[in-house]
């Protein structure tokens, strides 16, 4: 492949190419290092315990109306969970909900979002708002603890939680005590959330329409891609558990799609891989010798994330699990062509009419990290024969890969919308500036069933 100013890992301060981090942000402090050396479930568990102990309590009733919303997380982090409370700030911005952003959690060194803003750790902030913290449930406490002890007075405190196992393991019960209630992105989380909280748990999906994605105006050539192959994208971030994400069934399935054609390219765009370099072995040990598998190991800002979404054709995510399914969604947004395992949060936004689902069978959950891990759980084990197939017919079949894209778009465009938000925002006394869009319905709280596919 020609060299080229924009071609990957070439890009230097005074090209155009994507924006990523540089070797300083990619390193872990050496006390998180020694942290992560224990058990995962037992230091989750013992930090969960210690910070509900000590960790600032809400109220005991909530107030029964609030003017505004404020949005607490990570704001600033290159994760799942950031990019969820950015949008969530954003949203509630665009609809009219007065809000601020507040820096709350524990930060890892090394995972700044490129060109995120910084958002206060302790501002001055307004009374009755609401507190909406993405911060999932086994460092909620410690992220408490971390902001001024009277913050939570006077305010209804929100958990914004996803998850993605069936049942829930024992790290998550302290902070029950530490919310009023908690949001989740799904149907799939809000199930399992329900043991913790019975009769707190709303859905309320992450509004990606309120805040869709802007692409960067970068093509192919910025991620070195050609124009005339058919690309096939397979994004996850290997902090986000290596064997949830499954990217080697993906492999599989593209192996058997195509084979070596250099006319078909997949791409795997893996963020946070130097923090685990056993991992990336594995990934690389399953390419070997694969010309048209390549991975992308930058850490993009997200209008070039966007981007390079968009530079795909396909968008294939063989996951074992997932509390919402972020790149899947976004990418449909985009327009894109998407293939997912038929189980868990996807399933109940992507189905035959606007994707294509692939067939699984449900299997023992077992997290090498030991970090997805419950009693009793189980998650998937896609079929990669049938999304060889899936891969295959949409490489050959360009028109209805179009359609389906557009279909897709539209899909998320009402899937992903205010409505949820808005709801949310009447149940809990929203009374502030009138809201822009339809009238406000009351929503009630779980319980709901939520059900999927069979295990054969």
Excluded at 150 to 157: A, E, I, M, N, S
Excluded at 173 to 202: K, Q
Excluded at 311 to 319: E, M, P, Q, T, Y
Aim: charged share 20%; net charge positive; proline share 10%.
């Amino acid at each position: 492949m020609p060299a080229s100013p924009n071609a990957p890992h070439q890009t230097g301060p005074h090209q155009t190419g994507p924006h990523q981090t540089g070797p300083n942000q990619t390193g872990l402090h050496p006390l998180h290092r020694l942290w992560r050396r224990f058990p995962p479930e037992g230091r989750r568990l013992l930090l969960a315990r210690l910070g509900a102990r000590l960790a600032p309590k809400p109220d005991r009733r909530p107030p029964e109306h609030c003017r505004g919303v404020i949005v607490g997380g990570e704001v600033g982090r290159a994760s799942g969970l950031g990019e969820a409370a950015r949008i969530m700030h954003r949203a509630l911005d665009r609809i009219g909900v007065p809000t601020a952003a507040l820096q709350a959690g524990l930060d890892v060194p090394g995972e700044k979002a490129p060109g995120s803003a910084s958002a206060p750790v302790a501002p001055d902030l307004p009374d009755g708002l609401a507190l909406l913290l993405h911060v999932n449930a086994p460092v909620l406490p410690a992220a408490l603890l971390r902001l001024p002890r009277g913050l939570v007075r006077g305010r209804r405190v929100i958990g914004y939680w996803a998850w993605e196992l069936q049942s829930v393991p024992p790290s998550w019960r302290p902070a029950a005590s530490c919310v009023h209630e908690v949001w989740a992105p799904s149907a799939f989380t809000a199930a399992a959330l329900e043991t913790l909280l019975p009769g707190r748990v709303r859905v309320v999906p992450i509004p990606l329409a309120l805040s869709p994605p802007a692409p960067a105006p970068l093509g192919r050539a910025a991620f070195g891609l050609p124009e005339a192959a058919l690309v096939v994208l397979v994004s996850f971030s290997v902090a986000s558990a290596f064997e949830r994400k499954n990217p080697l069934a993906a492999i599989v399935a593209f192996r058997k799609a195509f084979g070596d054609r250099p006319d078909r390219i997949l791409l795997i765009k893996a963020g946070h891989a130097g923090h685990y370099p056993g991992d990336m072995d594995r990934l690389r040990e399953a390419i070997d010798g694969c010309d048209n598998i390549r991975i992308e190991t930058r850490m993009l800002a997200e209008a070039d994330m966007h981007a390079l979404t968009r530079s795909a054709d396909i968008v294939l995510s063989l996951h074992r699990s997932e509390g919402f399914g972020l790149v899947p969604a976004q990418a449909m947004l985009l327009g894109r062509a998407v293939v997912a395992t038929d189980w868990s949060a996807t399933a109940e936004f992507l189905d035959e009419s606007c994707g294509v689902p692939v067939a699984c069978r449900l299997v023992e959950a077992r997290d090498p990290r030991g970090v997805f891990q419950a009693p009793g759980a189980v998650w998937a084990d896609a079929d990669t024969d049938a999304a060889a197939q899936a891969l295959r017919r949409l490489a050959d079949a360009p028109e209805w890969r179009k359609a389906l894209g557009e279909r897709a778009r539209l899909v998320a465009g009402e899937r992903f919308g205010a409505e949820g938000l808005r709801r949310a925002l009447a149940a809990i006394g929203y009374a502030g500036p009138q809201l822009s869009g339809p009238q406000l319905s009351e929503p009630q709280l779980s319980g709901y069933q939520h059900s999927g596919p069979g295990s054969d």
